[in-house]
T-cell receptor
Framework: SQQGEEDPQALSIQEGENATMNCSYK?????LQWYRQNSGRGLVHLIL?????REKHSGRLRVTLDTSKKSSSLLITASRAADTASYFC????????????FGAGTILRVKS | NAGVTQTPKFQVLKTGQSMTLQCAQD?????MYWYRQDPGMGLRLIYY???????DKGEVPNGYNVSRLNKREFSLRLESAAPSQTSVYFC???????????FGSGTRLTVV
């Protein structure tokens, strides 16, 4: 079964708006990662946040992690049409040798 | 260019046929992974290799075999293809056990 579950399943916004995607998970993690997948392409690693961290930034990306609620969020600020893609959270599980377990993803569409 | 290379990109098989999906990375990564991606289900781990000479089953190993030929190459074999194996297959690698994955561009397999 999937460890991470993203919410919403799909999101449509206007260019320039912020996009927020959420991820919930079930068991203890070493880290949580976010990936982007453009249509028909492989996944691209965006950002990694460790279990002892609460927030990380990378360019227009901001990731938060709340281990007490077993949840994470990915915020993309000032979105662009090029941000249109599927976004996946992946959890590195303590009992799974830190291999990644992926959620089903959020489809983001940014309209220009 | 550095990265993960998968071949072929597309393949159509008849039920019962066999084939091998090839994956090679030139980043000197220790760990390599095979995932399958089905609509609405995210990525599921088939097999992985934590280091050269070792392989282990993931979440959905039935119907597949793997070979870690050397540090660079990790192949996935379907001995007798079934329609349920119609999917997009991704190979990934990373240097250790705690970082992000680098993905290949995928193999789109259809079994008829």
């Amino acid at each position: 079964s999937q460890q991470g579950e993203e919410d919403p399943q799909a999101l449509s916004i206007q260019e320039g708006e912020n996009a927020t995607m959420n991820c919930s998970y079930k068991t203890s993690i070493n880290n949580l990662q976010w990936y982007r997948q453009n249509s028909g392409r492989g996944l691209v690693h965006l950002i990694l946040i460790r279990s002892n961290e609460r927030e990380k930034h990378s360019g227009r990306l901001r990731v938060t992690l709340d281990t007490s609620k077993k949840s994470s969020s990915l915020l993309i600020t000032a979105s662009r049409a090029a941000d249109t893609a599927s976004y996946f959270c992946a959890t590195g599980l303590v009992e799974y040798g830190n291999k990644l377990v992926f959620g089903a993803g959020t489809i983001l569409r940014v309209k220009s | 260019n550095a990265g993960v290379t998968q071949t072929p990109k597309f393949q159509v098989l008849k039920t019962g046929q066999s084939m091998t999906l090839q994956c090679a990375q030139d980043m000197n990564h220790n760990s390599m992974y095979w995932y399958r991606q089905d609509p609405g289900m995210g990525l599921r781990l088939i097999y992985y290799s934590a280091s050269e000479g070792t392989t282990d089953k993931g979440e959905v190993p039935n119907g597949y075999n793997v070979s870690r030929l050397n540090k660079r190459e990790f192949s996935l074999r379907l001995e007798s293809a079934a329609p349920s194996q119609t999917s997009v297959y991704f190979c990934a690698s990373r240097t250790g056990t705690g970082g992000g994955y680098t993905f290949g561009s995928g193999t789109r397999l259809t079994v008829v």
